[in-house]
């Protein structure tokens, strides 16, 4: 590769002494390098993307990786994370590492994983991404909400729960893993259902086919009140919704693109990051 974009966390590198210290390093090499340029709500600004970068090296956590997905959209680089962070399961370099793993890019073509990503659909033709998940929430006070879920225009249970984790593959270590959801190779291609507290003793998480399609409909609060709860898309973008709201859950035509520079197996690499977790 000969072109590299860096997105970084401002949070974790507020400096950006590491920021320049790895353009330095990759301008050292002959090769070019750009920083991102980002508006004051710490988003990439749409049409700054150089078209010949080859990839975008992510300087943060997970959370900055998933946010950098979805704020580059159609443009789908390649992305590298180099971790910033703690656990770090998406970003693949631990900083002491970035020095090898940049002359690997550089000198060989890599290895990119195609990850799985679900959209959410409302009614209205608005649309959202999530390369983790989809999280319906109760809002306000602490009670427990009712919600009817379908899969492919089937009734498949209501709910009375604090909400539900709607997870691809590679969410599956994040909310849907606390909630009590299983673990999935984050390659796989399906989709999970997990209740977050469910009031009943039967309600285990449900795994589907990555061609299912889930609709989820908020139904009347108690005493016949209007219900609120919220739909939050990676842990980012949040909406409300009311009674009566539907919101139609199914695989994206996206996916996001992550470059594997590691030969460890993911097994391997749960082991290590859950240390102490």
């Known amino acids: 590769m000969d072109s590299f974009y860096i997105i970084t966390n ?99 073509i890599p290895v990119v994983e195609e990850r799985m990503m679900i959209q959410g659909v409302f009614r209205d033709g608005a649309r959202d991404l999530a390369l983790n998940d989809i999280v319906l929430a109760r809002e306000g006070k602490i009670r427990i909400v009712k919600f009817h879920l379908y899969v492919n225009g089937t009734l498949l249970n209501t709910y009375l729960a604090d909400g539900v984790v709607i997870s691809t593959p590679t969410g599956s270590t994040g909310y849907n893993l606390s909630a009590g959801g299983p673990v999935v190779e984050p390659t796989a291609r399906l989709i999970v259902i997990t209740p977050i507290c469910s ?55 996206e996916t996001a693109r992550l470059i594997k520079l590691g030969k460890e197996s993911f097994l391997k690499t749960m082991r290590e990051k859950m240390k102490g977790n």
């Not at 005493?223 to 919704?241: I, P, R």
């Open 10 to 108: 401002l949070l974790k590198d507020k400096d950006l002494q590491i920021t320049n210290e790895i353009r330095s390093y990759i301008e050292g090499r002959g090769k070019k390098c750009i920083l991102c340029s980002k508006d004051e709500a710490g988003h990439i600004i749409p049409g700054t993307i150089p078209d010949d970068a080859q990839c975008a090296l992510v300087l943060g956590g997970d959370g900055t990786l998933i946010r950098a997905v979805r704020d580059l959209g159609q443009r789908n680089l390649p992305l590298l994370g180099i971790n910033l962070g703690t656990v770090g399961y998406l970003t693949d370099v631990e900083l002491k590492d970035y020095r090898r793993a940049l002359d690997q890019l550089i000198d060989s």
């Open 199 to 253: 009031h009943a003793l039967n309600t285990s998480s449900i795994v589907l086919s990555e061609d299912d399609v889930i609709e989820l409909e908020i139904c009347e609060g108690r005493y016949g009140k209007q219900e609120h709860v919220s739909l939050c898309f990676d842990g980012a973008e949040q909406t409300t919704l009311v009674t009566g709201d539907r919101v139609e859950i199914r695989r994206a035509p």
